[in-house]
């Protein structure tokens, strides 16, 4: 039996893909490497057991997190979940919000997206003409799962909201962020395109998960966004995310 094979037969049809470690959560954890028509995925995909459900996983940023967001191989790390079996994805990522009434620690699970990555890699169509509806850029039933789970443990969740998505690896100028905040969009983060159209091509559920870590650069703050501020957040609230998500993952099973 192939590794692929293998893994499929494990029954993982829910994954978490982020940038940061979840491999502590899943108990039988076991990783599996997957060739794919575009190239090696940023990690090995790790399936292991939560709650009593296989659940599957895999860090975009890569295992040592040496992986910057414009680096990122989105097209084999979808494709490889995808040939693994899974039907469902949480895209977990760090985010900036626009209004600071949306405070540092909320998760937005958006259900809008707008695309300012500029990016060309974000298709599995390069040789035919296929146009996916992405009207909804968001699963409605993938959503629901992470906003019960993440309220169960007593988050602030903001149901719904527009995420505009980044290249990165820089953070926004002033400009930007102002223009942002004007058009009424709500967070910025650097995954949640292309993985989510990429996800819908395949016929993948996907749920954008955006922990607030700062207020980017907007003029009602006193200093702007920072990678040391954006780390010092994830680190007092990673573990408590990644709890909330295996929860989801093993409810949406």
Known sequence: MSESTAAHAEGATVAILGSWGYYGLLDDARSYPVDTPYGRPSDDVVIGTAHGRRVAYLTRSGRERNIPPHRINHRANIWALHH??????????????????????????????????????DTFHDDEDVRVSFAEPFAADTREAAISALREQRWVVADGGVVVAIRGPRFSTTAESRWYAAQGWDVVSTTPYPESVLARELGMGYACVALVTDHDVIAETPWPVSQEQVERTLDANTMRLREALVRAAAALS
């Open 84 to 121: 693994l079996g899974v039907r469902h994805i949480f895209g977990a990522t760090p985010a900036g919000a626009f209004d600071p009434s949306i405070g540092v620690g909320t998760v937005v699970v958006p259900d809008q997206l707008v695309d300012r990555t500029g990016v060309t890699d």
